[in-house]
Structures are given as structure tokens and as C-alpha cells.
């Protein structure tokens, strides 16, 4: 008979309840009991950890970084209501898994989710069309990635293109079902009539053109995260049907058949008001409160203006890519003139506009004001004056003009190599602040090679700050 695998729990001094006796059977188990923090032993298979304080000791985050990928299950007491504010303390610890204590025994096949989900970069929330530059949207994404951690219905509310799927993506990826599908369902799309089969599935014989047994989405969902886009223009029938899903964790097919169970995640979007919708009696009480377990509201573009001029070259970058185009770059002047915009649209209309501006540029590597006059078109006469649309304060090293007047040679002389070194070092300084830092495309604006380029930075003893695009 093989080894039990070795299971050690941290109590931090709370009460077990006797459930290291009742789980012996199954894992070989060793208990800490002292409030303070220790490392589990060296041969441990899972690390249990009673979570019952409002946050981790901070004693217990220095800790983890020294057991690598050990599986950590944080335990509570069943029914205990938990806070945002805790979930978002607790998951700070990284991907961990949840559970009540129970007689049932932790699974032995449970694995570490930190080792294949990482945490919401900057960087990776910047791939997916996020910014986190504000605080309206830093909230927005904590609140994310706490609703990761555990398997709770998340609503997002917001006005159209503000990226509500993208979140649901998010926070998806985040989460422990990760590896399991994403089904994105437009409710509003799909006709009344065959809303309720395509959710829920259907039987052969179910209804004329029901040829063949058909699963529906939340059984294509099973697993992984389900997600109901524009669920407020859901008829009420299917909110019904949606009800008893979230409540029994079970789909009936229409047509007849047993129920079957579904382990899934289930975020919901809307633009809608739906507590107003509620008041009208378009939209189920008892189903709004199953919904909105978490919910997460989505700033407007124009209460994010700082982050305008990031999303406006992620979209460039990105836009170029799709269309097979050489790379361009936003010249400095146009950050204010977009920051100034009202973007009722949000965030997709400025990806629009960013690939309209793109494509009608024909091969001119910088962008300026002009390939954006188009955004002012529908606006009112004195919406905006010229002091909007000032150029971004951006500051630099002291650079010397290009069309300087002619330099007199004084009469003591000077050193012609250090004046062409520094007329040399101002250009590239402009050219690499009007390309953002891009080496590549800040070379060719001064028709070098890119080695070349690099050449001369070291060489005049450039800062290189950062790690460069070549998108």
C-alpha cells in the first residue's frame, strides 16, 4: 500500500474541531497549533491554513515565497459571512484555494493554482485592453481579482464599451478554472423565441427542428465560466429557467429529460440599470440578488481620462498588427487632444478611432492632430477651444532647436565634436520621445539602421530605461 501524502494544517491557534482525526484515513496529518507563523515541513503535499482573521499575518506572506508552489487550502468556518475586504486580504496570498471545514476530507488531487495563473500584471491587463493607470479602474481590478479567488456570481455594470467582457475574461483566466472553457452568450442578440434552448439545451423531438440532443451553453460551460452578456433584456421565462440554475447548480433541457449538474462560474454584464429594471417588474427580484454577489461597476472612458493616451497605443500597436501595417507612432500633441474628447462611445469607439486614423494614413509613421480631426466633427461649435487641445508637458533634457539660427563661431573657438555630439543627442532624445521609447521606429524617423541607432546611444551615453516594443 502506498504512502499516505502528507497533509499539515496551521491553525494559528483556532480551534480543529477534531477534523485532522477524521481525515487520518486519507492523509497523513500534522497540526501546528501555535497563533504564529511556521514553515509546513519539507515532504508536505498540502498546506492547510485556518483563515478565520480578517487578513493574513503579514508573517505568513514572507513565508510563502520560501514553500514555491505548495497547494494552500484556506479553511473557514461554513456560513460565516466573508467581506470583499477580506477576499481581497486573503488572495493576496496568490491563487489558493477555498473551503469550509467539513468531515469530507480535502481532495489529494488538489494542485497549486499559483504555478499556472499568474496575478493581474500591469502588463497582462494592458494585453487584454485594460488599463489600471487610474483609480477608478486600479478598484475595478482588485475588485477582479478578488472575485477570482473564489467561484462567486460576478455582475458587471457599466455603459457599452466600456470592456465588460474583457473583465469577465480576466477575471476567468485568474481563476481556478482557468484551464476550463470561456462561453460568452450575447442575450440581447439572440431571438426570445430560442433563447431559452441555446442557454439550456434541448431534446430530440423537444420542438420541430430539434433533430438531435443539444447540450446548451451552460453545459458547454461546465467547468469553466459562463458568460451572460446584456442579461437585463433576458425575457422573464428564461429568468426563471436562469434562477433555478444558480440556485440548484443544475440545467433541465427543454423537452424533458433529467436535470443535469453544471460546475461553473457565472458572470453577468449589463448596461442597463437593473434595479430600476426591477421596479418596472421587467426583471425578477429574487434573481437580481442571485446575481449581484459581487458586483463590479465600470467607469465611463471620459472618468478615466489619464488613461487615454495608453489605450491609444496599445490600439495602435495592435491595429498595425491586424492590418499587416509597418508600425506607427503617436506624435506627443495628440495625447491631450484625445484626453480632451468626451469618448460617449468609450472604449470602443477610441479603438475605432484609432484604426480609422491607421488606415487613412497611408505610409506617414507618425499620427498627429490632423489624422484626428474627425472626432471633432459632430461636436458643437465651442464644445472645445484651441487651450484644450494643448500639447502635452512632456519634460526632456534641455533639447535644442532644429531650425536653430546660425551658430557664431566665438573667439576663443569651440569644440565642433562636442557641438554636433550634442545637436546629435537632441534629435535622438526627440525622436525617441515622439516614439514612445520604440528604438526601432525612432532609428528609422532619422533614417539610421537600428544598430546604428544603438551605436550612437551607448556611445553619447543615452539612458536606456526601459525594455523596448517592437510592436
Known amino acids: 500500500m502506498p504512502p499516505l501524502l502528507r497533509l499539515h494544517w496551521s491553525t494559528f491557534g483556532e480551534p480543529t474541531q477534531g477534523l485532522e482525526h477524521q481525515w487520518a484515513g486519507t492523509w497523513d496529518v500534522t497540526v501546528d497549533r501555535s497563533p504564529l507563523v511556521a514553515l509546513p515541513p519539507e515532504e508536505t503535499d498540502l498546506w492547510v491554513v485556518t483563515a478565520e482573521a480578517e487578513e493574513p499575518p503579514p508573517a505568513l506572506l514572507k513565508v510563502l515565497a520560501e514553500v514555491g508552489a505548495l497547494p494552500l487550502l484556506l479553511l473557514r468556518q461554513a456560513g460565516k459571512p466573508i467581506s470583499l475586504t477580506t477576499l481581497e486580504a486573503w488572495s493576496a496570498l496568490g491563487s489558493v484555494r477555498w473551503g469550509t471545514f467539513s468531515p469530507d476530507p480535502p481532495k489529494p488531487g488538489l494542485r497549486p493554482l499559483a504555478a499556472r495563473v499568474a496575478p493581474l500584471t500591469a502588463g497582462q491587463a494592458l494585453n487584454l485592453g485594460l488599463v489600471g493607470v487610474s483609480g477608478a479602474?486600479?478598484?475595478?481590478?482588485?475588485?477582479?481579482?478578488?472575485?477570482?479567488?473564489?467561484?462567486?456570481?460576478?455582475?458587471?455594470?457599466?455603459?457599452?464599451?466600456?470592456?465588460?467582457?474583457?473583465?469577465?475574461?480576466?477575471?476567468?483566466?485568474?481563476?481556478?478554472?482557468?484551464?476550463?472553457?470561456?462561453?460568452?452568450?450575447?442575450?440581447?442578440?439572440?431571438?426570445?423565441?430560442?433563447?431559452?434552448?441555446?442557454?439550456?439545451?434541448?431534446?430530440?423531438?423537444?420542438?420541430t427542428d430539434a433533430r438531435k440532443d443539444t447540450p446548451g451553453k451552460f453545459r458547454e460551460a461546465h467547468g469553466g465560466t459562463i458568460f451572460l452578456d446584456e442579461v437585463g433584456t433576458m425575457p422573464l421565462p428564461a429568468q426563471v429557467r436562469l434562477l433555478r440554475v444558480l440556485q440548484e447548480r443544475e440545467v433541465q433541457p427543454l423537452g424533458g429529460g433529467a436535470p443535469v449538474k453544471v460546475e461553473l462560474r457565472v458572470i453577468a454584464a449589463t448596461n442597463m440599470d437593473l434595479w430600476k429594471r426591477v421596479q418596472e417588474e421587467q426583471f425578477r427580484e429574487d434573481l437580481f440578488?442571485?446575481?449581484?454577489?459581487?458586483?463590479?461597476?465600470?467607469?465611463?472612458?471620459?472618468?478615466?481620462?489619464?488613461?487615454?493616451?495608453?489605450?491609444?497605443?496599445?490600439?495602435?500597436?495592435?491595429?498595425?498588427?491586424?492590418?499587416?501595417?509597418?508600425?506607427?507612432?503617436?506624435?506627443?500633441?495628440?495625447?491631450?487632444?484625445?484626453?480632451?474628447?468626451?469618448?460617449?462611445?468609450?472604449?470602443?469607439?477610441?479603438?475605432?478611432?484609432?484604426?480609422?486614423?491607421?488606415?487613412?494614413?497611408?505610409?506617414?509613421?507618425?499620427?498627429?492632430?490632423?489624422?484626428?480631426?474627425?472626432?471633432?466633427?459632430?461636436?458643437?461649435?465651442?464644445?472645445?477651444?484651441?487651450?484644450?487641445?494643448?500639447?502635452?508637458?512632456?519634460?526632456?533634457?534641455?533639447?535644442?532647436?532644429?531650425?536653430?539660427?546660425?551658430?557664431?563661431?566665438?573667439?576663443?573657438?569651440?569644440?565642433?565634436?562636442?557641438?554636433?555630439?550634442?545637436?546629435?543627442?537632441?534629435?535622438?532624445?526627440?525622436?525617441?520621445?515622439?516614439?514612445?521609447?520604440?528604438?526601432?521606429?525612432?532609428?528609422?524617423?532619422?533614417?539610421?539602421?537600428?544598430?546604428?541607432?544603438?551605436?550612437?546611444?551607448?556611445?553619447?551615453?543615452?539612458?536606456?530605461?526601459?525594455?523596448?516594443?517592437?510592436?
Open 137 to 207: 479602474m486600479l478598484e475595478v481590478l482588485v475588485k477582479a481579482r478578488a472575485a477570482a479567488a473564489t467561484r462567486a456570481t460576478v455582475l458587471l455594470q457599466g455603459d457599452s464599451g466600456t470592456g465588460k467582457e474583457l473583465i469577465a475574461r480576466a477575471i476567468h483566466r485568474l481563476s481556478a478554472e482557468a484551464t476550463g472553457p470561456f462561453v460568452p452568450v450575447h442575450c440581447g442578440a439572440i431571438p426570445e423565441n430560442l433563447l431559452e434552448s441555446e442557454l439550456f439545451g434541448y431534446t430530440k423531438g423537444a420542438f
Open 289 to 471: 440578488y442571485r446575481l449581484e454577489v459581487i458586483p463590479i461597476a465600470l467607469p465611463p472612458l471620459s472618468a478615466r481620462r489619464e488613461e487615454v493616451p495608453f489605450l491609444a497605443q496599445h490600439f495602435l500597436n495592435r491595429k498595425a498588427r491586424e492590418h499587416g501595417l509597418y508600425p506607427k507612432a503617436l506624435h506627443p500633441s495628440v495625447d491631450s487632444f484625445l484626453m480632451a474628447l468626451p469618448w460617449p462611445g468609450n472604449v470602443r469607439q477610441l479603438e475605432n478611432a484609432i484604426e480609422r486614423a491607421i488606415v487613412l494614413s497611408s505610409s506617414r509613421p507618425i499620427l498627429t492632430r490632423e489624422d484626428f480631426r474627425f472626432l471633432t466633427e459632430r461636436l458643437e461649435q465651442n464644445q472645445f477651444t484651441e487651450s484644450d487641445f494643448a500639447p502635452v508637458s512632456v519634460p526632456t533634457p534641455s533639447p535644442m532647436p532644429i531650425a536653430a539660427a546660425p551658430l557664431d563661431l566665438p573667439p576663443e573657438g569651440l569644440d565642433l565634436n562636442q557641438v554636433v555630439s550634442e545637436m546629435e543627442k537632441n534629435l535622438m532624445l526627440q525622436s525617441l520621445q515622439i516614439t514612445r521609447g520604440n528604438k526601432k521606429r525612432a532609428a528609422e524617423l532619422l533614417g539610421l539602421k537600428r544598430t546604428t541607432f544603438l551605436e550612437k546611444m551607448k556611445r553619447l551615453d543615452l539612458e536606456d530605461s526601459g525594455e523596448e516594443a517592437e510592436a
